[in-house]
């Protein structure tokens, strides 16, 4: 980084200086703001969950839906999850934001149910520290009892990097979770290590193709260039063959969802379906399903 910056530097001047340390400086800032702000966010009640369906192109119904964070600072505006979930990660603060977000997610679901809706599994990202050290287990099934939360409701999505782990504890950690009868699902599938031999052996119920994969194939075209179309239909084959649930992420066009369709990848989450809508919304959703 500073070799970059000092490279860059000599090419363009001494201005560039200036410019690097000031972009530093404000990148710098953002990052405290954005860690300060989330402590008071969480008391505040600035944090709020958003759903986004999963739809099954075959049955043509809601089979689930995925909780997303969102932030809506009065300082910063609204902050995406790509940005402030990493910062809560360095701090350890996602182990409160993500407790308070397990438990508003199954009282949202007690008061759809309320409401008259036939719910599908709602997921919940965990991010690794809070897997590590938040206490999921407990803080799982105290929600759930609380709220009289039928287990097989929920699903946990967790990425490769926290799967892979080979540790003895990661792996109880798995089957106990799996053990509440919640179902763990592989998020942004393909993108994190290349050893897939943790999908013979771990509770693995579902996994994502991650969005970057869905994103190349733009047009028609695309479906004839087997270098766009290879990773999906290999992943889809290796789900069929382990026998897992799959689902595509980040669908956001009718040439993709028939891709999919056509190939054997029955679930979708994307914008082509619905972006990711408030409880309300959600609730029309689970009430025409
Ligand atoms: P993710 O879990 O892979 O979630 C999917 C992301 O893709 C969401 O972004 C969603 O809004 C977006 N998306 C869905 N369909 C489309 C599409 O068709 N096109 C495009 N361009 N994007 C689509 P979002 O909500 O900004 O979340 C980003 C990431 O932040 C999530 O990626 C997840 O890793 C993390 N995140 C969100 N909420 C939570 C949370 O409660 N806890 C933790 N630990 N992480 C969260
Ligand atoms: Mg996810
Ligand atoms: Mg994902
Ligand atoms: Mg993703």
Redo the contacts with the bound molecule.
Sequence with gaps: HADSAMYLAKKEGRNNFQFFDEALENQTERYMLIQHGLHNALKRGELS??Y?PKYALDEKNIVGA?????WSSPELGVV???EF?PIA?ETGF?VD??CW?INQVCKTMAAWREQGATLAPVA????PI?FHRGNLHRTLSQAMNSYLIDPALIQV?L?EGVVMNKQHSTIELLHSIKGLGVAISI??FGTGYSSLSYLRHLPIDEI?I??SFI?EIVDTQSLNDTRLTAIPLAIIDLARNLNIKLVA????TEVQSKFLLENGCHII????FS??VDDEAMLDFWLRA
């Design positions: 969950i958003h986004q995925e909780a997303l964070l969102r995406s999850p790509a979930i990660e996602i934001i993500g977000l919940i990202n965990v991010s809070q999505e990425t998020d942004d994502k991650d969005r994103m992420e980040g669908v956001e989450q994307g914008y082509w972006k990711p």
